[in-house]
């Protein structure tokens, strides 16, 4: 028989279980034979594959024409070595496609590890005992407690129920929620309301079900076994790079085409001239800028998480830096989320809640107590932070006084307030809690010094005086109302329960902001970032703790939940340009609707959550944030990035970091870019000056695949400058590769070293008796030493350039010299590798060069101080504008 017709009782007896759940070793058993509860991947792209795929990009595609060419050349006119660079083409190809998979590989490595911290856990009875277990470990047998958020671990059919409904969207595409029960009933699994799959989600209530499927064995495994994985598009960064790196192949195949059309015209010999342009093409494109932009997004996502801030996917890094508008949530994000009752309005009056003792049948304290999810077990309280503050004062103020709870109607974003019924003694009540708004309306009468009156409008007015005081201080004011109910049985509606309450009093709760959070907001003001509180509390309290953390400094608009409904969108939109926005009494599911708005704008939003209702919003924002200790699975699933601490002035700290990732990558790009003049200069003064050829194409390699290597990768490690949160958001609009960035490298930091480099080599040509116009034969010792000094020279001026790229505003000295430590280690690897080139036997036979002289060093030395110096010139006048 399915499992869905069995009774409770027929259906642990079916899985040999209990309601004490399963003995640990019996659950250890059925783990070992039906394996862990997890989904495998269907199709995964193997790693031959994917290594594979590295060679055979655009670039990489572009490299073995290259080397083809240079093949075919030597094997057409041997004895010109151009089999060596076809050698070196394809070892530049070999080592772009290693590194690159390489560097793909541990940040998906990393990733996964990353994701670990924070694992899909659930809560299981096992022995009696609740406890949490990762969802991986759970077992047919196994009882698992259900609860608002939750994202259901595995299949399983339901024994107890509270109201609880369940989203089936995943498996059947159908949005509503459908309510769940315990009853038995035929038919088809899918179509019965006691059972809840795997990867569906609670959207209300709770209840407790028994697993009877895991992993594959699910309806959720089953249809992953049709389904193939879908490949995610391209990030804005990653089409970004994409753009920039052909931009710049399409740059060196015209300088190719020109030097090619310009060797012709002088009449040189084609495969000569061919060779020479093919050469010179392969030698300008930036082989090695896709590893180092993979690495800097790498460094920066484990910098985030170092500083709390678990970042999905790499390219979300880089897009933090992008944000110029955050909406978040008030508890536990700018607040500690640490409850604590500190007020209480009875009786006309406001009184300290920890000086507060009750009578047993203190209505009030009895709601605070019962109208109650929070648990207190183990010398500690359990539960939601609002919750656990109401039952301490409960416990403190009449002790641990018990009632049976018979039914409950939970929390709703909607309505504002959870109702239950008990019975206390030999009476039935109906205790009920929640926003003002919501219970006052349902109160016919109020509760005075013991005695129930008619609720009059003095009354009511003096309630809303006292809530309103109480709001004022900053404190989260709930409104607490009982009744006794008179019926035998539970209505066929139990929303029917909500009214003819008694109005009981109030309780304030006090969130303190988190001491972090002032700070950050000032950073935020600093950076051109809006901060846009959205919050279910009300308006009072909204604003009381906005000005305390300095939010809101002047009178702000104040926008609650019935206002917003009946706004459109232009209303809205005029709202929002606002300096100063707050969003009070407002569902979740609104939020969506303010994020859209501020796209429409062309804003970057950043959005947080945390429940159920959030994830639209998650998803649709920019960069969607999940609370990691109070989010639940799907506001983590739906969201970019997740806070380890829940705590607003992480996300300051990583769009710092995302802001920094793309300044790096600028500072790298120009770095690489600024070679490429001193690689092009020497060969157009070869062909249109008719000297000896200044460079050779291994020596351009040899800078582009060697000694450029790690001091580029050191510039992607600069850490945050205070400067970097000082600026306005990047717009939507603005390229990687700008005017501004582009005319640095090639007009001024390149001229600069292309000087330098024909200066030594003209300064050896001259001082060994070189006349011009004199030939000279390419294994010439005075001719060698003239391109090592050529090459030298770039080196010198790079180590110069590396200190003056290391931020394109600020000054080295304010950053801190030594500061990046990675920036001497890159120089240092850049010198031993120029040593090695220049005074071995073996490099001088592979890169075409000989042994210098020490003082050729010291001539070429000034020229990296004029380019340094040069460029924080430039710094000081564009600073002092």
């Given at each position: 028989m399915k499992i869905n017709s069995l009774s409770k009782e027929e259906a642990l007896r079916a899985l040999v279980s209990s309601e004490n759940?399963?003995?640990?070793?019996?659950?250890?058993?059925?783990?070992?034979?039906?394996?862990?509860?997890?989904?495998?991947?269907?199709?995964?792209?193997?790693?031959?594959?994917?290594?594979?795929?590295?060679?055979?990009?655009?670039?990489?595609?572009?490299?073995?024409?290259?080397?083809?060419?240079?093949?075919?050349?030597?094997?057409?006119?041997?004895?010109?070595?151009?089999?060596?660079?076809?050698?070196?083409?394809?070892?530049?190809?070999?080592?772009?496609?290693?590194?690159?998979?390489?560097?793909?590989?541990?940040?998906?490595?990393?990733?996964?590890?990353?994701?670990?911290?924070?694992?899909?856990?659930?809560?299981?009875?096992?022995?009696?005992?609740?406890?949490?277990?990762?969802s991986r470990e759970v077992v047919p047998g196994d009882i698992i407690l259900l609860s608002e958020g939750d994202r259901i671990p595995a299949d399983a059919r339901l024994i107890e129920g509270a109201m609880l409904k369940v989203n089936n969207a995943s498996l059947t595409g159908e949005s509503e929620a459908s309510l769940r029960n315990s009853l038995p009933v035929q038919g088809e699994l899918l179509d019965s309301p006691n059972i809840v799959f795997a990867g569906t989600t609670v959207t209300s209530g709770s209840g407790k079900a028994l697993v009877f499927a895991t992993g594959m064995g699910t309806e959720f495994g089953r249809i992953a076994h049709l389904t193939s994985t879908v490949q995610p598009d391209l990030s804005p960064l990653q089409k970004e790079i994409v753009k920039a790196t052909r931009l710049v192949a399409t740059i060196a195949a015209l300088v190719g085409i020109f030097f090619f059309?310009?060797?012709?015209?002088?009449?040189?010999?084609?495969?000569?001239?061919?060779?020479?342009?093919?050469?010179?093409?392969?030698?300008?494109?930036?082989?090695?800028?896709?590893?180092?932009?993979?690495?800097?997004?790498?460094?920066?996502?484990?910098?985030?998480?170092?500083?709390?801030?678990?970042?999905?996917?790499?390219?979300?890094?880089?897009?933090?830096?992008?944000?110029?508008?955050?909406?978040?949530?008030?508890?536990?994000?700018?607040?500690?989320?640490?409850?604590?009752?500190?007020?209480?309005?009875?009786?006309?009056?406001?009184?300290?809640?920890?000086?507060?003792?009750?009578?047993?049948?203190?209505?009030?304290?009895q709601t605070a107590l019962f109208c109650n999810n929070a648990r207190f077990a183990d010398n500690e309280y359990l539960g939601d932070p609002t919750e656990t503050a109401l039952l301490r004062l409960g416990r403190e103020s009449l002790g641990d006084l018990s009632a049976q709870r018979i039914f409950e109607i939970p929390f709703d974003s909607d309505r504002k307030r959870m109702t239950t019924v008990h019975r206390v003694g030999n009476a039935e009540y109906v205790f009920s809690k929640g926003a003002m708004e919501s219970i006052l309306p349902l109160c016919s009468r109020f509760l005075t010094n013991g005695v129930e009156q008619k609720m009059e409008e003095a009354s009511r007015e003096s309630a809303l005086d006292a809530y309103s005081s109480l709001m004022d201080k900053g404190l989260r004011v709930l409104a607490f109302a009982y009744k006794k109910n008179l019926s035998d049985s539970l209505p066929a509606d139990p929303f029917s329960l909500e009214k003819d309450f008694v109005f009981a009093g109030l309780i304030g709760l006090e969130d303190p902001p988190r001491p972090e959070v002032p700070e950050a907001i000032r950073k935020c003001h600093e950076a051109g970032i809006k901060v846009i509180v959205i919050t279910g509390d009300g308006s009072r309290t909204a604003v009381a703790i906005a000005r305390e953390i300095g939010l809101v400094k002047g009178d702000p608009i104040v926008i609650e939940g019935p206002e917003f409904l009946k706004m459109d969108d232009r209303e809205l939109r005029k709202k929002l340009a606002a300096r100063e926005i707050l969003f009070a009494r407002m569902a979740p599911k609104h939020k969506m609707r303010v994020v859209s708005i501020l796209q429409e704008e062309g804003q970057w939003v950043a959005v947080t959550g945390d429940g159920v209702n959030d994830a639209p919003a998650l998803k649709k924002a920019d960069i969607g944030i999940a609370m990691g200790i109070s989010g639940t699975d799907v506001a983590k699933e739906a969201s970019d990035m997740i806070l380890l601490d829940d705590n607003f002035a992480t996300i300051v700290n990583a769009v710092e970091e995302g802001r920094t990732v793309y300044d790096n990558i600028r500072k790298f790009i120009t770095y690489i870019f600024a070679s490429n003049i001193p690689e092009a200069v020497p060969f157009l003064a070869y062909i249109l000056l008719r000297i000896p050829l200044p460079l050779t194409i291994m020596q351009i390699l040899a800078v582009d695949l060697g000694t450029d290597m790690l001091p580029a990768l050191a510039l992607g490690t600069e850490k945050p400058t205070p400067a970097v949160m000082k600026q306005p958001p990047r717009s939507r609009n603005e390229r990687l590769l700008n005017f501004s960035v582009l005319s640095r490298a090639y007009l001024f930091l390149g001229p600069i070293e292309a000087a330098a480099c024909m200066f030594g080599f003209f300064y050896v040509l001259y001082g060994g008796g070189w006349t011009w116009g004199t030939l000279l034969p390419l294994n010439n010792v005075l001719y060698l030493q003239a391109t090592t000094a050529c090459l030298t020279a770039i080196i010198i001026v790079q180590i110069g350039n590396v200190f003056a790229c290391r931020s394109a505003n600020e000054s080295v000295l304010s950053l801190g010299f030594f500061s990046n430590r990675f920036i001497f280690i890159g120089i240092a690897f850049e010198l031993c590798l120029q040593l090695f080139i220049v005074y071995s036997p073996f490099g001088n036979r592979i890169f075409a060069t000989h042994p210098l002289p020490p003082a050729t060093w010291f001539i070429l030395l000034p020229f990296a101080l004029l380019l340094f110096f040069g460029e924080e010139t430039r710094k000081h006048l564009v600073l002092s504008r």
């Open positions: 759940g399963l003995p640990e070793a019996e659950a250890a058993k059925r783990l070992s034979e039906s394996g862990f509860n997890e989904i495998r991947e269907v199709r995964r792209t193997s790693l031959a594959i994917r290594f594979f795929r590295q060679f055979t990009h655009f670039l990489a595609l572009l490299l073995w024409v290259g080397a083809g060419l240079a093949f075919l050349s030597d094997y057409l006119h041997p004895g010109e070595d151009m089999a060596t660079l076809g050698f070196a083409i394809i070892g530049v190809i070999m080592i772009n496609a290693v590194f690159t998979f390489i560097q793909e590989y541990r940040a998906e490595k990393a990733l996964e590890a990353l994701k670990k911290l924070l694992p899909f856990y659930v809560q299981i009875v096992r022995e009696g005992k609740e406890r949490k277990v990762p059309a310009l060797g012709f015209a002088i009449g040189r010999d084609f495969w000569n001239n061919f060779i020479f342009a093919i050469g010179i093409t392969v030698a300008l494109i930036p082989e090695g800028m896709l590893p180092t932009v993979t690495l800097s997004l790498a460094m920066a996502s484990q910098r985030m998480a170092k500083r709390k801030a678990l970042i999905k996917n790499l390219s979300s890094a880089e897009t933090l830096g992008c944000v110029s508008v955050i909406c978040t949530d008030k508890t536990g994000t700018l607040t500690q989320n640490r409850m604590t009752a500190e007020k209480i309005w009875k009786d006309g009056s406001i009184l300290d809640a920890k000086d507060f003792r009750a009578q047993a049948d203190d209505p009030l304290m």
